[in-house]
């Protein structure tokens, strides 16, 4: 019984669901924002954690893999930062301008969301250009 109870509410979601979408143009305009936003964030936590994967490589303490960790760390920064700057640049935000279904304000806090994960992203490197530096050491 429990289990006729179950489908019969799937199967009516399900049904009610087929005719759900955004009514106005602004409403699609924001739900592509809130796409972007999570695009951008996949970006900066890739970028991030490629920076971290950097140090770890450069505190030199796995000999057999520290080169591959920073390779890999480098390529994950640099993909990191171009998905934020293609998210804020690419086909999809110029899209989006054409049609016109953003909020002007919005659109604005959005750049400013992708500027500031650039600089936090930038900042990482600073932290491993500093620890490249000769005579930098690490204290184990």
Known sequence: MKT???????TVGLFLSFGVQAEKP?????????????????????ALE?????????MGMSEKLD????????QMVKDGKALI??????EAMKKLYKEGSYEHETMDELHK????????????????ER???PGFKYEH
């Open 131 to 133: 620890i490249h530096k």
């Open 26 to 46: 602004t409403e699609k305009g924001m739900h592509d924002m809130h796409v972007m936003i999570r695009m951008m964030n996949q970006g900066l936590c890739n």
């Open 50 to 58: 490629g920076a971290n994967l950097q140090m770890l490589g450069q």
């Open 85 to 90: 700057k293609n998210t804020l640049e690419g």
């Open 113 to 128: 969301l992708g500027q500031n994960m650039l600089q936090v992203i930038e900042q990482a490197e600073k932290l491993n």
């Open 4 to 10: 006729l109870i179950a489908i019969f509410i799937f």
């Open 67 to 74: 080169k591959n960790t920073i390779s890999r760390g480098m």
